[in-house]
């Protein structure tokens, strides 16, 4: 199947300084990326969709200019956490589809803890 | 009403049994049905995904679906500890602009 890599998988910071969380999709070319958060015994909460060459579509609640989310190739979505606070910690989860949006491939997830 | 409802669990089942988990949607117009498990810690893994209506069968699953109730379901046959995960319902809205995932069932196989 297809391959989706994300980077880091764990990362601690400290509360104001911004994580950039990479997404690439190596053997397809990623038309449209999706980034997820999820908390602990939670579901999957979409956080904004993105195609490639264009702004990215974010849901209702989630804030752009704290979540800066460039998708500039058909390989990469970067997803940058600005001025992280204790609070935006989580699990970020990327995915993406290509052209024929058949299917949906996920990252391995990056674990965020803002101290 | 949620856009794509399941059962939270946890539903627990006999190693061996059938684990059946269900899945109803919102979007009548909805073009593509997915079944991802996740376990805890990692992200989904995509097991199966259906179109049509009627079974598709891969292996142990068995994805069903039924467009004119809005349903979906995944049935695991000779279920094994492995199985146990929780399983997230996702489908293409009508639009195709987005994939939407329901809250997941917890399933949990007693040996």
């Known amino acids: 199947g297809a391959v989706v890599s994300q980077h880091p998988s764990r990362v601690i910071c400290k509360s104001g300084t911004s994580v950039k969380i990479e997404c690439r999709s190596l053997d397809f070319q990623a038309t449209t990326m999706f980034w997820y958060r999820q908390f602990p015994k939670q579901s999957l909460m979409l956080m904004a969709t993105s195609n490639e060459g264009s702004k990215a579509t974010y849901e209702q609640g989630v804030e752009k200019d704290k979540f800066l989310i460039n998708h500039a190739s058909l390989t990469l979505s970067t997803l940058t956490v600005t001025s992280a606070h204790p609070e935006d910690s989580s699990f970020y989860i990327c995915s993406a589809t290509d052209r024929s949006y058949e299917k949906l491939f996920f990252g391995s997830g990056t674990q965020l803890s803002v101290l | 009403q949620k856009e794509v409802e399941q059962n939270s669990g946890p539903l627990s089942v006999p190693e061996g049994a059938i684990a059946s988990l269900n899945c109803t949607y919102s979007?009548?117009?909805?073009?593509?049905f997915f079944w991802y498990r996740q376990y805890s810690g990692k992200s989904p893994e995509l097991i199966m995904f259906?179109?049509?209506?009627g079974d598709k069968e891969d292996g142990r699953f068995t994805a069903q679906l039924n467009k004119a109730s809005q349903y979906v379901s995944l049935l695991i046959r000779d279920s094994q500890p492995s199985d146990s995960a929780t399983y997230l319902c996702a489908v293409r809205n009508s639009s195709a602009s987005k994939i939407i995932f329901g809250s997941g069932t917890r399933l949990s196989i007693r040996p």
């Open positions: 259906i179109y049509s209506n």
């Open positions: 979007d009548r117009g909805s073009q593509s």
